[in-house]
């Protein structure tokens, strides 16, 4: 009799019963991947060349100009040029200290119209638009929490942004608050300040300076008419996270480590710009880097682990994580600083499991969880980022003082766990005859077999090859102690090969025979 394993493309379920996965189900997979219904060695890490610093904070692109923070100063790197380097771009500097520095991709201005407001009738008052205005920079601002923020444009130019003090009437309306995080929702700059949030005028990423008078001129001071003025989200504790939900009304999204809520923009205007209707939700982000849209959806990193709320069909009032994450859910752990990023068809989570840190992945085209990556590389991972090259997108990441470009190495060493077979006569066990894996191999290499019997490791075998392209690797088992109710295999190799298939020969006997005669 025989038991294959030739399809892998129903993904990890690590939740359920070992015997009991469904067709192309595997229990796991490290540092591999699935596609055409075989298993591939995922690329390791690569180190890239950064400059030397104690502290890295922040990494971020703009199309193909890659932007790292460290120890305060920007340095930017063209990714379209396979020999370039970074290059420290000017002496400004953001603060040393800080752990993480946040930044955010904002597009030019599209509404470059003076905005006259008579803000003595704060809601509801009549807005005019009198006189062109030159639109703000497409480009990426950087934040501390303690310094006036930074912008750095496409071509690498870093400056300073104009605080409220600076902002005129004329072609100068700037005004860009001190803060952490931030997120542009496509119409609104949403900055995170002392436990809320302020947002920028509609349309104008770089203009807070919402409260103007009929003639348009700010209204003073800056307790009055700075960005505090339509400030939300006041959540009471720190926020770890704002983001827009992928919803009709791209609803805002402001979090704590323990809760969160969503904003919707209601039919009430103050200065002329719209606020909030409040929902309360469950659960919240851990931090800025750990929330992504995939398919549709919102996920994001909370304490538990990875969390969904299905924005286009749910009304947010609960979290629909069971539907996403089901399968692998019983590898959380407490987590603590995680990140996430979706690219190309994958989606990356950089968590806490029971097997240690690293990167759960999931297919965006199969929908399902597929492997954990697991590298020395990862230790201390903060962020990720993706910046254009000359013909494709890089994944590339940054640790405290070092940066690196993910899935370009060399080939890593892949484990896999497709599960047991389970005896089909309650009466008899299962006693292994042979093993037979087949390979398209690219390298020599060994391959190491582990047998378990009734969910103990019974016998651990290993061979190593001599030749590539199809190879069948032959594992003799029959021995009396090697046989059970239910039989495991976990396999390994650590050479450049696909996977094509598992083939597990047995018969069936009534004898009973113990694990240890």
Known sequence: MNKIWQDFT?????????????????????????????????????????????????????????????????????????????????????????????????????????????????????????????????????QDGVSQPIIVTPDGNVRVTQNFNQWSTENNREYVPIGKQMRW???????????????????????????????GKKVEPEEDGGADALSVGNVGNDITCVA???????????????????????????????????????????????????LGDNVFVDIAGIKSFNAVESTLQASKYAEFNYAVSDMFVKQSDPAAISFNTYAYFYIDTIYGKGILVYDQITESFISFDQFDELTGLKQFAVCDSLVDQSLVYITNNKIYEYEVGTKAAVELDVGQLETPDAGKEIVPTHLFVTFDAEETGEVTVNLDTNGSLASTFSHTTDSTGIVVVPFGLHLKKRRGTNIGIRLSWNFAATLKSVQLSYDLDKTVVPLNP
């Open 10 to 142: 129903g993904g990890m379920n690590h939740l359920a019963v070992k015997s009991l996965l469904q067709p192309g189900e595997y229990h796991l997979l490290i540092n591999g991947r699935v596609r055409k219904h075989v298993v591939e060695n995922v690329r390791k890490p690569r180190e890239m060349v950064g400059p030397v610093a104690e502290k890295y904070q922040c990494i971020i692109a703009i199309d193909n100009l890659l932007v790292l923070v460290a120890d305060g100063y920007v340095y930017t790197k063209d990714c379209a040029e396979a020999t370039s380097a970074f290059v420290k771009n000017s002496d400004i500097r953001l603060d040393p200290g800080v752990d993480v520095i946040y930044g955010e991709v904002v597009p030019a201005s599209n509404i470059n119209y003076k905005r006259n407001v008579d803000s003595a009738v704060k809601i509801d008052p009549e807005v005019e638009y009198r006189g062109k205005l030159l639109n703000s920079p497409v480009g990426i601002v950087l």
């Open 244 to 294: 827009s939900l992928n919803n009709q009304t791209r609803d805002v999204f402001i979090s704590t480590r323990r809760g969160s809520i969503a904003l919707s923009p209601s039919d009430l205007y103050f200065f002329g710009e719209p606020y909030y209707n409040v929902r309360t939700l469950v659960t919240g982000a851990l931090n800025q880097n750990s929330f992504i849209n995939i």
């Open 185 to 215: 929702d496509g119409n609104t700059l949403f900055i995170v300040g002392d436990k809320k949030c302020f947002r920028s005028v509609s349309g104008r990423p770089l203009d807070f300076c919402i409260a103007v008078t009929k003639a």
